[in-house]
């Protein structure tokens, strides 16, 4: 997963009205960038719905389970190079196939779609929240000049988080 290509969970334009500041602010989007990928990572799930090939080990069971939710559709399961079409898969992320998959390391291929449009609204409520205070703290230069010489600084403050923000990711990680 390339989170870097991924949209952010919450709107710029939020952002610029939550904060007081522009939505075209370089510094605004790196503050919602920063959130929205905190979040995916604390949740191991980018959230944000998309298709995507994986490639899965086997423990030779009858069933797997996909690392990203909810899922909404599976267009191609290949077990050991075949393509096979006769399986089963839950939004919950379940594989199950009436045979043992061959117990194989990275034996499966998966192409499916899963995430969430539009993102849930707690879910971008706490990234706007984190971003905004992520803004607040950015380092800023600080540049002073004495006679001669010149120095600049640069500070970089930490933001915690909020009991909302734990919930959200709690309730949307994936293990």
């Avoid at 079409?85 to 196939?97: K, N």
Wanted: aromatic share 6%; proline share 5%.
């Amino acid at each position: 997963m390339a989170e870097s290509t991924l949209d952010p969970l919450a709107s710029i334009y939020d952002l610029a009205l939550k904060t007081g500041g522009k939505a075209d602010d370089e510094k605004l989007k790196l503050a919602l960038d920063l959130a929205s990928g905190r979040f995916r990572e604390q949740a191991n799930n980018p959230i944000s719905m998309m298709t995507e090939t994986i490639i899965l080990d086997s423990d030779g069971g009858r069933a797997l389970t996909l690392p990203c939710l909810p899922v909404h559709e599976v267009t191609e399961l290949v077990i050991d190079g075949r393509q096979v079409t006769d399986f089963e898969w839950s939004t919950s992320g379940a594989i199950r196939l009436d045979r043992p998959i061959p117990d194989k390391w990275r034996s499966v291929q998966i192409t499916y779609r899963h995430g969430y449009d539009p993102v849930p609204t707690g879910i971008q409520d706490v990234v706007l929240e984190q971003a905004a205070a992520i803004y607040q703290t950015l380092p800023g230069l600080v540049s002073y000049t004495t006679g001669a010489e010149q120095r600049t600084y640069s500070s970089a403050l930490t933001v915690g988080t909020t009991a909302q923000w734990a919930a959200m990711v709690a309730r949307y990680k994936v293990d």
